[in-house]
């Protein structure tokens, strides 16, 4: 949905706060916390959620919060750590935590695409408060070594309707505003897609709130293929089939898929 709402009269610098959900991630969260940590924007929160990993996580964000503590752009870093009921139960905590004006999940392992990237958001912005901003997302493997850009790009206007063709804008692209995600938590009763429900309802709600949207036209995220919607990758598109029924109907979900099936590779 792209509207020209008026700017907000707000004076208060633009906050994010970027969410990282962890469980023994200890190979992977230092990645995802250099690419936070390099930030040149300074209004960064960085909101770590962990379910009381048992290996080296915590001693990675320990060493990480020593180092902001003297660092040239500090930014605020929170952590928690305790036993949680999987991923989206976690994401709650953090959307209740939040206090950002806009929120990302950025899982260990993925990163922020550059460390001038939320300086360019917030030039791009100003004082305007669309509901989302969303852009692009590059793969890349474990050794962080770039695959390519993401199969499925974002529309030139997004709006609810725009994911009937598939998850066109990366879960880690998609930066949702607080007046929008604090009615909107994950449903829990999804366990490898209740990101792509979030999405659909996040831009449900904006819309009923006749917010815009804000197309970055860059790079957001750079997403490691390797997550647990990709392990999980039938269960996935069996939960993705069940929301998309829901959201849409039946007709066009299964001409939507008899069309995936079409353009598949």
């Excluded at 976690?90 to 929120?103: C, E, F, H, S, V």
């Amino acid at each position: 949905m792209q509207t020209d709402n008026p700017p907000s009269s707000t004076t208060e610098p633009l906050k994010f706060t970027i969410a990282t959900v962890t469980f023994n991630a200890t190979t992977l969260i230092e990645r995802t916390i250099k690419s936070v940590e390099e930030q040149d924007y300074p209004y960064v929160e960085h909101l770590i959620v962990d379910g009381n990993s048992r290996d080296n996580t915590l001693e990675h964000i320990h060493h990480y919060q020593e180092r902001n503590s003297i660092a040239a752009v500090p930014h605020e870093i929170t952590c928690i750590s305790e036993p949680d009921h999987g991923l989206y139960d976690a994401m709650n905590k953090a959307l209740q935590m939040a206090t950002g004006d806009y929120i990302l999940f950025l899982n260990a392992g993925d990163k922020l695409h550059s460390a001038t990237l939320l300086s360019e958001l917030a030039s791009q912005i100003k004082e305007e408060r669309p509901a989302v901003i969303f852009g692009r997302t590059d793969l890349v493997d474990a050794d962080e070594k770039y695959i390519g850009p993401r199969r499925l790009s974002p529309p030139k206007e997004l709006t609810w309707k725009s994911f009937k063709h598939g998850m066109l804008v990366c879960h880690q692209a998609f930066f949702a505003h607080k007046h929008v995600f604090r009615s909107v938590k994950y449903n829990l009763k999804y366990r490898f897609s209740a990101d792509f429900d979030w999405c659909i309802r996040i831009l449900k709600e904006a819309a009923r709130l006749e917010r815009s949207t804000h197309d970055a036209q860059c790079v957001i995220s750079d997403y490691l293929n390797e997550g647990m919607t990709t392990k999980n990758h039938k269960k996935s598109l069996l939960e993705r089939f069940r929301i998309m029924w829901r959201h849409y109907g039946a007709v066009s979900t299964i001409g939507h898929h008899l069309w995936f099936v079409v353009r598949k590779p």
